[in-house]
Nanobody, 121 residues
Framework: QVRLVESGGGSVQAGDSLRLSCAAS????????MAWFRQAPGKEREFVAA??????YYADSVKGRFTISRDNAKKTAHLQMNSLKPEDTAVYYC????????????????WGQGTQVTVSS
């Protein structure tokens, strides 16, 4: 069982940066793929980024602006978000699944409660 708790959301101006964190419980954190998804009002949840060991994956919409990382010793994952745009406004969710990275939300076993990111122009 893995419990995920996100933090770091907030309200910023376009062009600003935010760093989201996801703290995980569980004994085999290093075996899990960690991912970030987001959901804007009236839209479906969408993939943002994932990391498995040192391999990283990004949605085209965030490539070059967002960076996902993890610290296995601290059982945390982070999403550094730079050059934020109003269209990045959403609730951001941390997710985890064993072994294989995926951009499909329905294959992730564990989810955090979400953290709101609001970017104003």
């Amino acid at each position: 069982q893995v419990r995920l708790v996100e933090s770091g959301g907030g309200s910023v101006q376009a062009g600003d940066s935010l760093r989201l964190s996801c703290a995980a419980s569980g004994r085999t954190f290093s075996d899990y793929v960690m991912a970030w998804f987001r959901q804007a009002p009236g839209k479906e949840r969408e993939f943002v980024a994932a990391i498995r060991w040192s391999s990283t994956y990004y949605a085209d919409s965030v490539k070059g602006r967002f960076t996902i990382s993890r610290d296995n010793a601290k059982k945390t994952a982070h999403l550094q978000m730079n050059s934020l745009k109003p269209e990045d406004t959403a609730v951001y969710y941390c997710a985890a699944r064993p072994n294989i990275a995926s951009m499909a939300s329905n294959v992730y076993n564990y989810w955090g409660q979400g953290t709101q990111v609001t970017v104003s122009s």
